[in-house]
């Protein structure tokens, strides 16, 4: 297929998402060869600079962002060559005027990237429609897409008056990992998995995306954000769907995100006496991480000395359907967490009888499948295996499939996946506005109960795994998070 040429205009050209992840994922896809030649970047910001002021403004923010540098690389010269920039202010019609003036010397589809808060997506887009550059375009969207169900309905309802549902790209960037996609790899392309991926042998699963990082400086952010909105909304509800879904017919943009939605539909609903029993919410102390002394959340720059915004979030979640009926699924995300690694954790029952010695310390231990997202893409296998010598005693030992091992090739950054698949027009791996709504309609019940206050987040000190009750919460199910075991 012949690559298309694009006009990649990104709002919020001198942000801090520009910097840390759109730019170093452009030049990336330019120094793979990925980008069609003609292609040509516009930031577009408030700021008063020309093309060049940009460039330097980019070669002095990016290359700390791209882990291999530029230094003496020609690939960075030539990705400079592709960047203009243009002040814009959103209320000024002549701006945007201005704006497609320098469009219409580009070939190819547009895509507007709003690397804004979600405030601005609406009148963004308005403007853009205004003077006809809603046309042969598409409009990427950050998340979180609204503060709550009411508040993304309205960014959707408005944005959908001006461009059809196949121009919009919510951007999650789990979905352009490509350990997550190696999920779907591993569920649907082997029928080892999928006879025991059910009920009948499954006791529990357990998902967790921990960060060492804390607020930095997205402080003021991030406290008028908090995890559930940051992290659960999105990245873990849709890791669960991907866990839990029923085989799609293709791997087509609408067959998979059908078979997603189906899951989010069948989420128990969180009634408000629930609350206490199925979500934990606790928020950083100072501590200690690799050794460093970090402050407390409610000392980070940006933030109210008296927050009480969660940086950690752990939940019981059911699936209501045949499948996964009774089965806990138990998500966790946190701020200032132990390390950082994002896992999947699938613990199977134990046999059905055992016929060796059950009551001694070789009693069997359950089967459990490992899928380690980041850092060190993995997937392991635990199972049981006799130790040498003359009794039968067992040992947990596992199979092992360490992909940097046997693909000795670099993997994609999420971000460069994503942005070439904008380019390119293929949905699949962004949110479409159904799932969206459905994960926001399924979040409502607990931003509303923690936001009348009840129970307040629970301390923990950074560098541990959170507060004890996320402990407490498996244990009421005979279970615990599997680094507890280790
Ligand atoms: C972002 C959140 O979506 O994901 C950040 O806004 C978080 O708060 C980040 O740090 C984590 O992403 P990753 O890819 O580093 O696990």
């Not at 530029?70 to 030539?78: F, L, R």
């Not at 699924?329 to 009888?353: C, D």
Request: charge should be negative; charged fraction near 25%.
């Amino acid at each position: 297929m012949k690559p298309e040429s694009f006009a990649f205009v990104l709002f919020g050209a001198t942000g801090d998402l520009a910097k840390r992840k759109i730019l170093p994922a452009l030049f990336e896809a330019h120094r793979a060869g990925l980008l069609p030649a003609d292609g040509r970047i516009v930031g577009v910001a408030r700021g008063q600079l020309d093309a060049d002021g940009y460039r330097n403004w980019i070669s002095t923010h990016v290359p700390e962002h791209l882990p291999s540098g530029v230094a003496g690389d020609p690939a960075w010269i030539e990705f400079l060559a592709r960047i203009s920039y243009l002040p814009l202010d959103l209320s000024a019609k002549s701006d945007f005027l201005a704006l497609k003036a320098v469009l219409d010397d580009i070939d190819g589809v547009r895509v507007f990237y709003l690397a804004t808060g979600p405030s601005l997506f609406v009148p963004t887009c308005q403007a853009l429609a205004a003077v006809g550059l809603n046309v042969n375009a598409r409009v990427v969207l950050e998340k979180p897409l609204g503060h709550d169900l009411h508040s993304s309905d309205a960014i959707n309802d408005a944005v959908g008056e001006l461009f059809e549902e196949q121009q919009i790209y919510r951007i999650d960037h789990y979905l352009g990992k490509e350990s997550v996609q190696n999920l779907l790899a591993l569920r649907f392309g082997n029928v080892l998995f999928e006879p025991l991926w059910r009920r009948e042998w499954v006791s529990n699963i357990q998902i967790t995306i921990a960060e060492e990082l804390g607020a930095e400086d997205r402080g003021e952010f991030y406290d008028s954000t908090g995890a559930l909105r940051d992290m659960v909304q999105n990245h873990l509800l849709q890791l669960l769907a991907i866990v839990a879904m029923e085989p799609p017919h293709s791997m087509d943009s609408d067959s998979v995100r059908d078979e997603k939605l189906r899951v989010l539909r069948a989420l128990k609903p969180i009634k408000p006496a629930d609350v206490p029993s199925m979500a934990v919410r606790g928020q950083y102390r100072d501590g200690v991480i690799r050794g460093q002394s970090v402050p407390a959340y409610v000392d980070e720059k940006g933030v109210t000395p008296a927050s009480i915004t969660e940086t950690f979030v752990a939940l019981k979640v059911e699936i209501e359907n045949w499948r996964w009926a009774g089965v806990p699924f138990f998500l966790r995300t946190g701020k200032r967490l132990a390390g950082r690694m994002a896992e999947i954790v699938v613990n199977f029952r134990p046999v059905p009888h055992s016929a060796i010695d059950a009551t001694g310390s070789s009693a069997p231990a359950p089967n459990r499948l490992v899928i380690r997202l980041q850092p060190n893409e993995s997937i392991r296998l635990y199972a049981q295996a006799k130790k040498p010598g003359e009794r039968m005693n067992l040992a947990n030992v596992y199979l092992d499939l360490a992909f940097d091992q046997f693909f000795r090739q670099a993997q994609m950054e999420a971000y460069q996946r994503l942005l070439l698949d904008v380019i390119h027009g293929r949905l699949s791996l962004f949110v479409r506005r159904d799932e969206q709504e459905t994960a926001w309609k399924w979040v409502d019940p607990l931003l509303k109960a923690w936001g009348r206050g009840e129970g307040t987040p629970k301390p923990y000190a950074a560098g541990t795994w959170g507060p004890a009750s996320a402990s407490a919460l498996l244990a009421q199910h005979g279970t615990c998070w599997l680094e507890e075991e280790n």
